[in-house]
């Protein structure tokens, strides 16, 4: 018994012999002449049908098995034909995954089945590859000015964009004194402004780590506005429209971004970042402003300039953190940032027909922005992205003195954003923003085109 329990397979052997020989013995004992016992013949006779019919039934199942793995090879060629015409392959590919349970590789049938061995071997093993990167944050369709997610090391990404705004807004404005409620003595200054901005940008990024990154942005701006009002100390009764427009280079800016922590599922993921600009663009004391009252013929007295700035006149400096928090099936994000506009001092400004007027030292207004969204993955390539940004804007100041016609705004905007992956280096993102106040521009709409080399 110790040996049979050790060698099973020598043992059906010996058997198998030993059943095959003993129709040849009892033959033999036959052509002997000796005796036999006419109930052992019986019992050899259906011992040897016995055997005949395992026999037969091993062959059948033989056969069958054989049958098995052709028709399993067929359906694995199968399976691996349709994986590629649905593009699974390439699904997987860009996972980091792979057709571990049919243990292929690049889609590609195997010549002969696997045994059962080698069947759970391959499925205890574990099944792809972790990303290379996984402590960077997820992507999602960015809709705020920073991005969350940096450029690997050594990459370039190009960024061209285009923006498009248009606000319109009213101004009533009432020059003399009231009598009585309701009864104006003077003259009334209605106005209704018309601006429309189309600003195409380029912008370079690239990787110095995996956690730093620089960026250069140079913009193109093209702007016009439509001012229609009555003139003022005079008793016209007809609208006149004034139109300026300007068109050129704008602010360039340049930003350094860096990933603070390693941040995880269960925590967040926080970016600091950096930004300055110049004042590469026409700024607003740089052009001809329009006289106050009716000087000349073809002059409309508006105060307005007549040709639109390109940039803002002030050089700044920006800090803020973005960070994003995972939460399957959504990622949350926001962003805290404080701009800083630098003085300028000793500026004037050309007025049309009165020469050059000195206007000392100006500083416009600091900035404080907070912004908050979500971002939804709809599958491996599109993603869509809603989120509220809010800026607090302070007075502007001329020789220490807040201007009395300077007032602290609020700008909120709604934005709605979307991307699209056309492969790994091309992406196309859209947002859509709407002003929620009265200062904020009406209706927003970017467009952007990341390409990675």
Same mark, same amino acid.
């Given at each position: 018994m110790h040996r049979t329990g050790r060698y099973p397979h020598a043992t059906i052997a010996l058997g198998t012999f030993a059943l095959a020989c003993l129709p040849m013995c009892i033959g033999a004992a036959w052509a002997t002449d000796a005796p036999v016992d006419p109930a052992l013949r019986d019992r050899v006779a259906a011992q040897s049908q016995k055997l005949d019919a395992m026999r037969s039934r091993v062959a059948e199942q033989s056969a069958e098995l054989e049958e098995m793995k052709r028709a399993l090879a067929r359906q694995e060629a199968e399976f691996s034909d349709l994986r590629k015409a649905v593009g699974l392959d390439s699904l997987d590919a860009s996972r980091g995954g792979s057709l571990a349970a049919s243990g292929q590789q690049g889609g590609a049938a195997p010549s002969a089945p696997q045994d059962a061995t080698t069947t759970v071997a391959q499925s205890t093993r574990p099944v792809g590859k972790p990303p290379e990167q996984a402590d960077r944050p997820p992507e999602v369709a960015p809709i705020f000015d920073q991005p969350g997610v940096l450029t690997p090391k050594g990459k370039v990404i190009i960024e061209p964009s285009y923006q498009f705004g248009y606000s319109s807004s009213d101004r009533v404005a009432l020059v003399g004194y009231t009598v009585i409620p309701a009864i104006l003595i003077g003259l009334?200054?209605?106005?209704?402004?018309?601006?429309?901005?189309?600003?195409?940008?380029?912008?370079?990024?690239?990787?110095?780590?995996?956690?730093?990154?620089?960026?250069?942005?140079?913009?193109?701006?093209?702007?016009?506005?439509?001012?229609?009002?009555?003139?003022?100390?005079?008793?016209? !009764?007809? $609208?006149?429209?004034?139109? %300026?427009? *300007?068109? /050129? &280079?704008?602010?360039? +800016?340049?930003?350094?971004?860096?990933?603070?922590?390693?941040?995880?599922?269960?925590?967040?993921?926080?970016?600091?970042?950096?930004?300055?600009?110049?004042?590469?663009?026409?700024?607003?004391?740089?052009?001809?402003?329009?006289?106050?009252?009716?000087?000349?013929?073809?002059?409309?007295?508006?105060?307005?300039?007549?040709?639109?700035?390109?940039?803002?006149?002030?050089?700044?400096?920006?800090?803020?953190?973005?960070?994003?928090?995972?939460?399957?099936?959504?990622?949350?994000?926001?962003?805290?940032?404080?701009?800083?506009?630098?003085?300028?001092?000793?500026?004037?400004?050309?007025?049309?027909?009165?020469?050059?007027?000195?206007?000392?030292?100006?500083? !416009?207004? $600091?900035?404080?922005?907070? %912004?908050? *969204?979500? /971002? &939804?993955?709809?599958? +491996?390539?599109?993603?869509?992205?809603?989120?509220?940004?809010q800026s607090f804007v302070g007075r502007t100041t001329q020789n220490g003195q807040a201007l009395s016609a300077s007032a602290r705004t609020v700008l909120g905007s709604l934005l709605i954003g979307g991307s699209y992956r056309f492969s790994d280096k091309r992406t196309l993102n859209v947002t859509l923003g709407v002003g929620v106040t009265r200062d904020t521009p009406d209706t927003t709409v970017t467009v952007r085109l990341p390409m990675s080399y």
């Open positions: 009334i200054d209605v106005r209704q402004v018309k601006t429309t901005t189309q600003t195409g940008a380029m912008a370079f990024r690239y990787g110095l780590t995996n956690r730093l990154e620089l960026e250069v942005r140079v913009p193109y701006v093209d702007s016009h506005t439509d001012t229609i009002s009555r003139e003022i100390f005079t008793g016209a !009764a007809q $609208d006149n429209l004034f139109s %300026s427009s *300007g068109k /050129g &280079l704008g602010d360039i +800016e340049a930003t350094a971004r860096y990933q603070i922590n390693k941040g995880g599922p269960d925590s967040p993921y926080y970016v600091g970042w950096f930004r300055v600009k110049s004042r590469t663009g026409k700024d607003p004391f740089e052009v001809t402003t329009d006289c106050v009252t009716r000087c000349v013929q073809n002059a409309t007295g508006t105060g307005l300039p007549l040709e639109l700035p390109t940039g803002t006149g002030f050089y700044s400096a920006q800090a803020g953190v973005t960070w994003l928090y995972p939460s399957d099936p959504v990622v949350f994000f926001g962003n805290l940032s404080y701009l800083h506009n630098f003085t300028r001092n000793n500026v004037s400004r050309t007025v049309l027909l009165a020469g050059k007027q000195f206007l000392g030292n100006v500083k !416009a207004g $600091d900035i404080a922005d907070v %912004s908050v *969204g979500m /971002g &939804l993955a709809l599958n +491996e390539k599109a993603s869509i992205s809603i989120g509220y940004d």
